[in-house]
């Protein structure tokens, strides 16, 4: 037994992880309703046991990086990363058009006219740029708003910073961010022993999923999924030319980011797989001002595999209920979606709230939703896979277009010798 325990501490986390994602599927697909239910509770203890690094790991690891750098990159940083963000997520909802267009997926279903479902309220981004600073600090952990912890990171970062350089109170800084750091530093340690975890909780999430989902689901609406996961690798491609074109060592890149995306897949949460997303960009050598803030943000607003699930389930609502979708309402799509992907950010239902808003735009049928909530969570995986992808890939362009590197990963960084 000990050598077995042995034998799974030693074989890579990615190794292990794919292991479990196969056998999860193959468990819960034998074992269906039953198997879930016995499962779930390991499933979950992965969920909690990120969740509960989010706040230090996010807090910690933002207000170092903001004292290994300047206000002045800080600014220059912040500008690029969303200018990424918006540009990745309308490229998004193009291939997911062009990619659904091309296949069809709807065709020859029916409508149900009693069909109903809950749209959770679209706040709107005027409240949700107001919810970036929270009225109560504790509530901003306590209710994990990413945003509003990012806030906080940035304000007291940045007061840190100018107490170091301050001559009254340099001193009395460097001693606080010695704590700061070697927080940071435990909090890791915590982090590294919550992976050894990992493997086993998604082999338990995965078949929950499986089991619940089952066979007749996955046939039911098969071209739908199938469709989407399409589009999902062409926009996997899209990120590849990026990265070459930016100097990114794309194999490199994948070696360390496949962990977070294949957890990110099975636990269908960007904002829990953060605590994997953040190691990896560590491991890529990434520097930490970045992607301390980079990541956290794009976890909570890019959301490039929900955009592509907007556009494929507006043609899909097209399809069903006989209208194809002309060139002026896919304009609108792709505007319509790419500032709802950021106005919904962090909202519980938000792939719903964000397919309802478009379709409310452009004149589909909302009952139509319905048809795709069997299959939620078979889409739910692709995209937040996507998701966390397209985080890491923008924090890597970004650290290349800054051209200064850290040598800090345990990998071999990102820069290209091509």
Known sequence: MRALFHSYLNASLILRVSIALVLGVAVGMIGG???????????????????????????????????????????????????FYVITTALAIVVGLVVASLLEPGSGIALNEDAEVKVPD???????????????IFTAFTELNLLGIIFIAIVFGIALLKLRESKAHAELGEHLYKVVEALNEIT????????????????????????EQGMATILALGDMVLVLYIALAVHLFVYCVLMRASGVRV??????????????????SSSGTLPLTLDAARRLGIPKRIYGFSLPLGATINMDGAAIRI??????????????????????????????????????????????TVFAQVGLPIETVALLVSIDALVGMGATGINVTGDLVGTAVIARSENKQVAEPAGEGLESTG
């Open 311 to 356: 556009a494929i389930s507006a043609v899909f609502a097209a399809n069903v209920v006989g209208i194809p979708l002309d060139l002026f309402t896919m304009a609108e799509i792709v505007l319509i979606g790419t500032l709802t992907s950021i106005g919904t950010a962090g909202v519980p239902g938000a792939g719903i709230v964000m397919i309802a």
């Open 188 to 211: 890791l340690k915590v982090m590294a022993g919550v992976l050894q975890y990992v493997p086993i909780g998604v082999f338990a999430i995965v078949a929950k999923t499986a089991g």
């Open 33 to 83: 309703q039953q198997a879930a239910d016995w499962l779930a509770p390991f499933g979950e203890l992965l969920l909690r046991l990120l969740k509960f690094l989010i706040v230090p790991i996010v807090l910690l690891t933002l207000m170092v990086g903001i004292n290994q750098a300047n206000i002045g990159s800080m600014g220059r940083v912040g500008r690029k990363l969303f200018g």
């Open 122 to 136: 679209n706040p709107g981004i005027a409240s949700v740029l107001l919810n970036i600073v929270p009225d109560n």
């Open 251 to 268: 194999r490199a890149f994948f070696r360390e980011a496949r962990t977070p995306m294949a957890t990110a897949f099975a636990t269908q």
